[in-house]
């Protein structure tokens, strides 16, 4: 069974920088597509950014774009989130997520991902 778990959120003023990181385990192949998603109050859940485990492949939201990177150890089983350059309106639970993707041409927007963590906080002062 997957198993994933965010940490590394935080309260950080406008212009700073987090990384969050997702520890994941009961990862039996690299054929796995990993996102990071976020959800504010009140607000839709976001696609933030997502990577091919064995492609290394990558997407980001137009939001994020410039600011964020997110990158991988598979070493270490661990997924991460740069953020930088951190707004307001970046304040937001973040999740990891975790599906199977047998190609890389299968990460895009809008995947269904079948695994999720419990999220980690991420509050942005102006």
């Known amino acids: 069974q997957v198993q994933l778990v965010e940490s590394g959120g935080g309260s950080v003023q406008a212009g700073g920088s987090l990384r969050l990181s997702c520890a994941a385990s009961?990862?039996?192949?690299?054929?796995?597509?990993m996102g990071w998603f976020r959800q504010a109050p009140g607000k839709e859940r976001e696609e933030v950014a997502g990577?091919?485990?064995?492609?290394?492949?990558?997407y980001y939201a137009d939001s994020v774009k410039g600011r964020f990177t997110i990158s991988q150890d598979n070493a270490k089983n661990t997924l991460y989130l740069q953020m930088n350059n951190l707004k307001p309106e970046d304040t937001a639970m973040y999740y990891c997520?975790?599906?199977?993707?047998?190609?890389?041409?299968?990460?895009?927007?809008?995947?269904?991902?079948?695994?999720w963590g419990q999220g980690t906080q991420v509050t942005v002062s102006s």
């Open positions: 990577i091919h485990r064995a492609a290394g492949s990558t």
């Open positions: 009961g990862l039996t192949h690299s054929m796995y597509c």
């Open positions: 997520a975790a599906t199977v993707c047998i190609s890389a041409r299968a990460l895009r927007p809008g995947l269904t991902y079948g695994y």
